[in-house]
């Protein structure tokens, strides 16, 4: 009882601080120009088109104008200093995920251009899944649109976090091509370069019938080793060559339809010493993926329509020291599903169906060789409004071969107090089944630097989670602001049982009740025609509320500062500054937990773009320029900081 009332005094008094920032913005709001800028029109909020300060979600989003400025070789890169993320090390080796919100990279929906990509099962968390957010090529991003918060009422299991929704180029009439070529070098250590370069070629095939693009990039990395790491024999940073190619064709049908093929091809080698214990380890993967997808779009009269059929396939070399055997892995996703919206009298509804088939096949953790499973799903979506109150209401039907039918609906309300100046907030329940690893009992793990083996719990329940937020936001031409509150209470939340170095079978088990919850500052201010300053702030409160103990890995506190500097018309600088402080945040090797908190730490980052001729753009620019490091807690367990490291480039476009 005493735990409820606490949590009701922490949800009031966070309500409380959203709505006197509320005040605090209205004082200054009724002075402030009352024209708004040209929105970016951002979609994977409700798949239909919003601007970003009504649309019904917390979203914010990167175009690829911004990504072209920075140092960016994966998603994650890229998505890093966005509003309510943060990006941990899933391995101590260079492999990142995306938490949202302070929950786990697992409960993080990536997409691409809509559909949901993923390669879990075949290669589980506990290796650090970041082959996903690396087989996107970077230079065929247009934007990418984050949701924060739940989204399970549209886009199903996984979403219970948040989304990623990465947007490619799509081919256009006009003749366009670009050839780009970046370097990125740490000063301490040895090895750490990497080498990339990009070619891009679009147009119409057929004026005003069929349009084409391909993208090709390349980029390799050398193993990076450096004396702060407890072994000086191991790489902290992984040996890594990939290539990744993207190619879409457009056939414009009719005036009414048309059909899109998008294929992705991307191959990840990966090879480095890992530090097991004192020893070294040679690790080696290597993955192929093909991705394809065809879909019908319909505009007609009264209504869109669209139906899409994906296939994902990767295959992975698994062979590690660790193995007792070279693994070969393949995962296969066949997805179908479609969708329709349009109006009813005065309600825009959207609403479609999903089908999916997933089949692992894995010699090293399957005992039986293989697995497969299905899922089906039903979703509506109504969108209307009542006065300046924009109300979305929707929920989707999930059907789990293994775990069964799940509903999750959603409610959320914009109401515009000026063209400027909005309140909006909602709740949703959302879930996420286990994955194949966690419920399948013929799945084992190599663990504890292949000392124990995790095994599928299938005993395990589905995870469920209630999300409400409350937030305002306003924006003119020169300056928004907005100011969040949020909460999560996840039941059933599925971990890894902790081993205790004697152990050798470990497996799932669900915690019986957790809780995020937080509150989010953004803003950015024109100081002037060519400088302007941005700036967010994410506090987090993560616990086993069974246990009262915080949830690992999880920052109490994120900021990111940034200040960008048109110098001239053909200069541009900026310097921006990301601190992550987490005093509360309790390190360890996956499945060990232990008592030693690792403390905060910050890093600058600066750069420039000059334009020396028309459509031919040269970057320089240096990352972590103060060569922070992170603390003993935390390069005990081999999580090094990359050291201060200088990176170039060049793109030109015709």
Sequence with gaps: ???????????????????????????????ADTATTDDVMVITASQTKHPELTAPASVSYITREELGKLVVNDVAEAVKKLPGININPGTPYGRNEIKIRGLDSDYTLLLINGKRTSSRDALTSSYGNDFDLSSIPMSAVERIEVIRGPMSSLYGADALGGVVNVILRQPTEQTEGAVGYQYEG??????????????????????????????????????????????????????????????????????????????????????????????????????????????HNGYWSKF????????????????????????????????????????????????????????????????????????????????????????????????????????????????????????????????????????????????????????????????????????????????????????????DMIQAETWDRVKKELTYFNVQEAQVRGAELSGWFDVTDTVSLSANYMYTDAKDKTTDKELTLTPKNTVNVQVDWQMRENVYTYVSYQYTYVSYQYTGEQYVRTDEKSGGYGTFDLGAQYEAVKNLNLKLGVTNLTDEKRDDAAVKYDYIMKSRTIYAGASYAF
């Design 304 to 491: 869109d329509s669209r139906v899409r059929y994906n296939y994902e396939n990767s295959d992975l070399k698994d062979d590690s020291g660790l193995n007792t055997s070279v693994g070969d892995i393949t995962q296969t996703n066949n997805t179908l599903d479609g969708q329709l919206s349009g109006y009813v009298g005065s309600h825009l509804l959207t609403g479609g169906a999903e089908y999916r088939i997933t089949d692992l096949k894995n010699n090293l953790t399957l005992s039986k060789g293989s697995e497969d499973y299905s899922q089906s799903a039903i979703y509506l979506q109504d969108e209307f409004e009542i006065g300046d109150l924009a109300v979305t209401l929707g929920g989707r039907f999930d059907d789990h071969e293994v775990y069964g039918g799940e509903f999750s609906p959603r409610a959320y309300a914009v109401y515009s107090i000026t063209d400027n100046w909005v309140v909006k907030g909602g709740v949703g329940k959302a879930f996420k089944a286990p994955s194949l690893n966690q419920y399948s009992d013929s799945y084992a793990v190599l663990a504890c630097r292949g000392a124990c083996y995790v095994v599928g719990n299938p005993n395990l329940k589905a995870e469920t989670a209630v999300s409400y937020e409350l937030s305002t936001g306003y924006k003119t031409d020169s300056w928004g602001a907005t100011v969040t509150a949020f909460n999560n209470d996840i039941d």
């Design 186 to 295: 740490p000063t301490e250590g040895s090895g750490g370069d990497v080498h990339k370069w990009n070619v891009y070629a679009g147009g119409s095939l057929i004026p005003d019938t069929l349009l084409g693009n391909i993208i090709i990039e390349q980029s390799s990395r050398d193993a990076w080793r450096t004396d702060q790491s407890l072994n000086p024999d191991s790489d902290v940073l992984e040996e890594r060559d990939e290539l990744n190619i993207f190619s879409s064709l457009k056939w414009l049908a009719t005036d009414q339809q048309d059909i899109d093929l998008d294929l992705i091809y991307s191959k990840d080698d990966r090879d480095a010493d890992w530090n097991n214990y004192g020893n070294v380890v040679n690790n080696v993967q290597k993955l192929e993926r093909i991705n394809a997808t065809l879909t």
């Design 1 to 31: 009882m005493l735990q409820h009332q606490g949590d009701s005094h922490f949800a009031l008094t966070q309500l409380n601080k959203a709505f006197m920032a509320i005040g605090l913005l209205s004082s200054s709001m009724v002075m």
